[in-house]
Each structure stands twice: as C-alpha cells, then as structure tokens.
C-alpha cells in the first residue's frame, strides 16, 4: 500500500495523463543512451516524483540509484577489454590486461539508463494506483489486471515487508550489519511479499474483481481477439515481412472484441474522475516528446546513441532534444485544473 | 439459502483434513455463529461458502456446497462475490485501494451500483461506523482495529445477500464491536441478509444469532443448532456460562439462569471479594511524558507509565487511542517526541532497540511477524545467537518449549502453525533470553478461549517469577483477570488508571460482564470468582 493522505499539488492529475506521462518518459528512456538527455530525463523524473509524494527521496533512494549508476560502469570496466584509453593494466591471469575509459563509460551509460527509468518507474508507482489500472483493464484481460495490480503494489508491499523484518530483527537482538544482513532478509521478504500478492488476489477475487458478465463462445470470443491482436502486432515486431498476415490477424482480432464487447457497460466510479486543461498541457506535451524521440530512433538515430568505443568523446547534445526532454517537467508547473 | 453436503476437504499437501465430511442446512435470513478451537476450520469453511476453497486455494474437494443456488462447483469465485460479502480476519493483506473511501466503494463500483448510490451509501457507512476522521487516511496508516472497521464497512456496503465474516471483532473495541453487530442484524432484518461470523468472543454474539456451529478437534464432530443447545456442551462458553459453571450452576443462556447466577453472586457479595496485593519497590520499566506523532498528527500526548517487578499493567482504549504505539514506544522502535523511558532506573530513551531487547521481551499485534525461521527450535537458537547466549542460554530452550506446550511442534515450520501455536512460537522467540519485562500487543487476538485461559496462566506465571508485563488489550475479561493494574487511553492520553478492576469498572464501556450483571466491583473476572468460589466453597460443598 503506498501512501497517499491528502492529494499534494499536481496529484490529482487523471490518470490518463499520468499515463501518457509515464509512458512518453519510459520511451525516451529506452529510446537513447546518451547520457546527456537520460541524466535530464532522471532530474525531470525526480522532480516530478518529489512533487507528487510532497517528500524528498528518502537516503535509501538515492543509494540504490547510486548503486545503479556504479554497478554496470564497475562491471563493464572489469569485463570488458575494448577502447583505446587505458586506465590500467593488471598483470594477472584471469582479471588481467588493461581497464579502459571506454568500459567505464559505456557502462556508466547503461547505468544513468536504468536509473532513469526507474525514476520514471517510481512516477508511475506514485501517481498510478491498483485501481486506477484495474478501472482501465478491457474484459477479457482480467487476469492481467490483477498481475498488473499485483506489480504495482509490489515495491511498496516489499518495502513495507522489509521494515517489518529489520523490525522483528531488532526485537530479537538482532544488530544490523548492512549489505552483509542480505542473505538473512531475502528468504522472508520473498515469503512475506507473496503472501501479501496471493492476500491482494485473494480480496480481489472475493470481492468480485473480474466478473465480466460474459460466458460460454463470448468469453472464447474476446480470448480469441486479444489473441489475434497480440500475435498480430508480434508478428510484426518480428518479422517486418509479414505485414499483410499482422494486420489481417490485427483485425481479425478487433472485429472479435468489438463483435463481443461492444454493448459492455463502462464501470461506475466513487469518485468521477474530470479531465482538465492541466490534463490537456501534460498529456498533450508527453504524445509530442513521444513521437519526436520514435521519429528521431528512426530518422536519425545517431543524435540519440551514445558509443565511446574505439575513443572516448563527449556525448553530443542538441539543446532542442534537451528542451524537450525538459517539457517532460510539466506536472511540476501545471497546476491541479 | 446454504446447503452443504458431505464437505471434505484437503488444503495442497495436506494429509489432514482441514474440514471432514460437514453437513448442514442453514435457512435464508438466519444468523449463525462459527466456533471452534484454532485451526479446527472456520476460516476453511467460510472460505468453502464463497468458493475461494478450492478454486483460490487448490488442493482435494469432495462434497457439495450451494449457496442461494449457486452450487461452488460450478461458480467461479468472481460470481460467487456477487452473492456472498466475506470480510478476511486479517484485513491489511486484502485491501485494494489506498484509503479509507476508496476501499469502501471499491465492491460497489466493481458491482456496477451508481456513482449516485455509491456515495450515499459511503457516507452512511461512514457515519455508522464512525469513520469520518479516518476518511481520507491512507489504510497502512490505521491501527490494526481501523482496519478491521474498514474491511466490515468495504463487506457491508455491498448489500449482499450472504454475509461471511472471519473474526469481524476480534480487533475491536467493544463500541466499535457492537456498532458493526448492530448493522449486520438490522441489515438481516430489513434485507433478509444470511450471516455467519466466525468469532471467539462469544459473549457479544450469542443475543444475536439464530445458531452456532461448532467445529470440534474431534474430526466429524460438528454441533449444530441453537445457541443455547450448543453453548452448554461446548469446551467453552460466553463469560456469563463460565461464572455459573464456576459457582456449580448449570450452564445455561436462559435468562432465569442468569437471574440465578446473580442471586448467588449477590448472596455472596461479601465473600467474593480478593483484592490483589499491589507489588511495591522501584519500577522496573518506568516511562515519563511519552509524546508521538504520525505525520503531525498527534497518537500519544504525555503517557507516563509505570510496572514493577510482578505486576501486570493492561492498556486499555479504543481503536486508534494509542496503545499499539505507547508499546512500540516503550520498546524503543518509534522515535519519540517528547518523554523517557528508564528500565531498572536506568534511561534507556536513546539506546537502541536491540539493545533493549536483552531485557524487554516485546511480541507484536500480529506475532507471524516475528517469526521467519525454518522451524520453531530455530527461531528461538536465533535469538541466543542474536544476544550472544548460544553457548548458556538462561533458559533451556526445549524447557521453554515445553512449558509453552510447544514440543510437538517444535520442528516445525513457525508461519504454518495455528494462530495460538504462532503466538506462543512468538512469545518462547522473545523469551528465551529471560527478559524482566514483558509487552504484549493484543495477547489474545485470533485465539480461541482454551487457547486464551492457557496463555492467562502464562501470564501469572511470569508475575509470580518476578517479571514486569504490560499488555495492550481490547479484551477486558482477560484484563481483568489477569492485570493488576489498568491504563486507559483516548485519543493518545491516559484518561484513567488504578487497580484493574476499579479502572475499568470506572469506565462504563470496560466494565466486564460480571461486572455489568451485578453492578459490583468485584468478582470482576470468571477467573476472580472461580478462583473465590474454590475458596470458600469447596468441591462437593456449593449451595446449589
């Protein structure tokens, strides 16, 4: 369970716009690697999150992204034998020959990458909640909603697990002794977060989560169109060739759903959500970062890479890339209409 | 409304049955009572009744189960909520949303009922229940008896036909308690609602329900009908049962024989009366001025608090009145605002707690918590190990599980034991360095009555050995017999304390059911006047 008390300012965004938000974010993160615009990225992230929570990220916080940043850099210098610059050379068997520049660049760059996105992940966790994703889960797909939920809830559940162990700990006498108390908490953090995973499907299951009305060839029905459109779109993922067969199983799969779907009730809500202008700027800005960055990853993917081998060079940065990785920044402006 | 046939069934793995060849017919609109000891059952059966077992659970089914004509078999659980509400006995893993309101209509939104209806029938709720402070809280941060209040509210406003609930009370305090009952019978009377409650307090229940089913230790055994059939052969009964049992009355929920049990109590008035010795000398936990702060929203405001060598201090309150949090104060694990704490006169606010934990034993509302080895030996080896004391533990460990009759299960993985067995597996945890002082959060939360009176004796154990315990707790039977003296907490501040028995009887929503039945002080307790009419009377000598 995460917190939320009183909703702080920007908070009360709809969470469509959230999600267009969080998934423009994740595009840019996984569509460059260049330091640059994912160290941006990160900043626009945390002030976004710090914003939501109305709390700075905790020490906790900032150790793990530091850790992200410092293990593939540090794993990439010890593995890897490529680049011009060497840093050092040990005369030994098995981790011997020279340490490059490079190694540690290209590493540090697959670090910056995740822990952007993570940051961005810790939006999503922030803004969206369980229900907010279970309201938008399409009949048919009800066991992904749960997974969903149960993905998302995870983090904090696992925090909360963890406290409670160092906790108990504590109580027995334990005295913490830092990364070196890990093996003692794995078992019983794995135990106690699945048991809180199988209680939330549980809750749900009893409390009526999934009933969508529909039975016998309907049910089969809307299986077989979310079928035909996942294979479609795989197919074409896949193999570009078979374009005709993605998209006459894409629309065989979209007849299925609308055929079986089409009278299904929306749901009804406690608490009606309104869209607002604020909803209109951040939704419509993160669909316009969006489609730069896939036109960009296609037209011109060198002003988006990042590459230091043979030589390290500074990564390039345009600063209309820069800037609209910074409109990103919007939900921290954009006031709650 | 519920037939069940030749019920039979095995949980994955099991070579037990956790529910053998059950029977039973229960009438549309009736309000039925689940007892049995821990472990003999109910959660199983009420699971059976909303098809969560097998279809969530797996494991071996025979038998049949309709419930307003859906037979389990063939509806799948997602059908089976449409019908059935159920509330889980421990509602923190089952919630969905993030605050109170939210939880509340998340059944009514996944029903289709109308945004309109939806916010009429939440602010019934939250009136009802008292809710309205709570309202915009997020759930984690509710004390364990919120909570509880919550999952009831979230199971009610659905309206469904069958209502099933897993110890709905157990964490409530007695108004609380009595406001959900309340509703349950009126909604049965306007509604035609079906209720069972699994539930170990029978005290409170046993006015309202049509019937009780009680699941016995001995497999097949299953009584069945009204209460006052059942209650008299039951191992245990209600606390007004007991007190005639007590004095050789036959046990009865007739009203003559209560107006029986009070004639024979008041013709003894004078005799029943064992004021206990208040222990004397220095405090060995002593705390000044505790104050602490959730988020700026204050939980304890200035608690002092003292328990010597051989006494035993009960905290009393409402839900959310701080109880939970003066504990975890006095243990060291929250940080506090303003205040102290000196153990054997020695301030210990700012050591932490597991140096605290030599000599401050602390086992938690919930005791799974503290329990994750690979067995119940283990757990207590962990401990010592923890403290240094593997080599000469202060206590014998397989003695220690001995007296906690924790021998059998000593090999055993703790979190699949039953909830008595955890609390004890928890307490031997804590124990086995021979602390002086003893906290215990909602001792007998989740266990049965036999469970309860074995765990009282524990208690007096520890206070004729010398030890200091303190215990947060809603149940005022077992405060009463076995503290000597009585907090009581609201809204984070002491509004009483003394002598157990003058302190509660001072608060007429604490006063024990003897103590409500004669207007007296004392005897306060069953175990009060066993323990007088034993006295005074003699086995073979009673005056019935």
Redesign the interface.
Known sequence: MGETGAPRRGARRHPVAWMLWIASASAVALLTRNPWYLLLLGGVAWAVRWRLKGERPSRGTLALLLSLLAFPALLNLAFSRVGDTVLLRLPLRWIGGPYTLEALLFGLSAGVQIASLLTVMSVFGSAITAPDLLRRTPPGLYPVGVSASIGLTFAPQARKAFAAIREAQEVRGYQPRGWRDLPALVTPLVILSLESALGLAEGMVARGWGRDGLAGWRRWLVGAGWLGLAAGVSLWAVDPGLAGLALALVVLGVLALWATLRNEAGGTRYRPEAWHRGDTIVAGLAIGVAVTFLFLAFAAPTWLTYYPYPRAAWPPFQPALGAAIALLGAPVLVGDG | MVEISHLTYFYPGSEAPALRDLSLHLAAGGMHLVAGRSGSGKSTLLRAL?G?VPR?YGGRFGGRVVVNGLDTRQAE???M??QVG?V?Q?P????????V??EI???????????ET??TR?AEIIERLELGPLV??????LSGGEQQKVAVA?ALGRQPPVLLMDEPTSQLDSQSAEAVLEWVVELRRELGLTALIAEHRLGRLVRHVDGIIYLSDHEADVLSGPAGEVIPVMPYGPPLVEAARALGLPPSLDPRAAEELLVQLELRAGQLTMPRAAPSGPPRLAAEGLSFAF?GIPALEGVSLEVRPGEVVAVLGRNGSGKTTLLRCL?G?LSLQAGGVWLEGNEVTRR???DR??AVA?V?QWPS????ADSVREELT??LR??GLEASPPIDPDVLLSDLGLSEVADRYP?DLSAGERQRAAVA??MV?RPGVVLLDEPTLGIDPLAQARFGQLVDAWRSQGMAVVLATHDVEFAAAHADTALVLDRGRTVASGPAAETLFSQPSLRTSLQKLTGRLHPASVAELACLAERRFPAGQRDV
Do not use: C, K, Q, W
Request: net charge negative.
């Open positions: 909303n969560l969530f659980p997602v059908e909520a449409g159920f889980f421990e923190e893993n089952h919630f969905i949303t993030r605050n309101a939210d209509a998340f059944g009514m939104e996944v029903a289709g009922l109308s945004g939806i916010r939440v915009e809280r997020p759930l984690d941060r979230a988020n243990m694990l932490p707690v597991s934990a030599r602390y938690p918590g503290l329990l994750f962990l401990t923890n403290h979190r945890a804590v360095t």
